[in-house]
C-alpha cells in the first residue's frame, strides 16, 4: 500500500475541496503521513475514542467526502465533529490507549503499524484538531 495522507485544517468544506488536485501543503497548515488507509483508519479511531460500531458509522456516511471521488483515490474528506471534539479533548493516556488498540486491530488485518508511529500520529493530529478548533476551523484529510 502506498498511501500519501495529508490531514489539515480549513475553515470551510469550500475551502478543503481546492486543494483536491494539488494538496493542501502549500494553502493549509497539515501533517502528512502513509501507508494507512485514513477512511478507515477514522472510523476505528471514532469508535475507540467515543464508542460506537463501525458498522453505524459507515452507514452513517462517515467518512463524509467533501471532494473526489473513490475511483481515482484522490479524495478530501472531513473529519467528524464527535472525533474531532474526542482527539482534541484526549489526555495523553487515551491516545496511548488508541494508539495501541488501533495498533492491534490494524495487524489483525494483516496490517503492521508500529504503536508508537500510532501514538504520534494520533497525537499530532490531536494537536492539529486543538488549534484548528481554536481558530474556529475543520480538520480534513486529503488522500492521493
Given at each position: ?43 476505528e479511531w471514532e469508535c475507540l475514542l467515543s464508542g460506537g460500531s463501525f458498522e453505524e458509522l459507515v452507514e452513517a456516511d462517515e467518512p463524509r467526502l467533501v471532494a473526489g ?76
Amino acid at each position: 500500500m502506498s498511501i500519501i495522507v495529508e490531514f489539515f485544517a480549513a475553515p470551510d468544506d469550500a475551502s478543503a475541496a481546492l486543494v483536491l488536485q494539488a494538496g493542501p501543503r502549500r494553502t493549509f497548515e497539515s501533517l502528512s503521513f502513509g501507508n494507512f488507509d485514513p477512511e478507515e483508519a477514522v472510523v476505528e479511531w471514532e469508535c475507540l475514542l467515543s464508542g460506537g460500531s463501525f458498522e453505524e458509522l459507515v452507514e452513517a456516511d462517515e467518512p463524509r467526502l467533501v471532494a473526489g471521488q473513490d475511483d481515482d483515490g484522490v479524495i478530501v474528506f472531513a473529519i467528524s465533529p464527535r472525533l474531532s471534539a474526542a482527539l482534541a479533548e484526549a489526555e495523553r493516556s487515551a491516545l496511548k490507549d488508541a494508539a495501541a488498540a488501533w495498533s492491534l486491530q490494524r495487524a489483525k488485518d494483516g496490517e503492521l503499524i508500529d504503536p508508537e508511529v500510532a501514538e504520534a500520529i494520533l497525537s499530532d493530529l490531536a494537536v492539529l484538531l486543538s488549534s484548528a478548533r481554536r481558530q474556529g476551523q475543520n480538520v480534513y484529510c486529503w488522500v492521493a
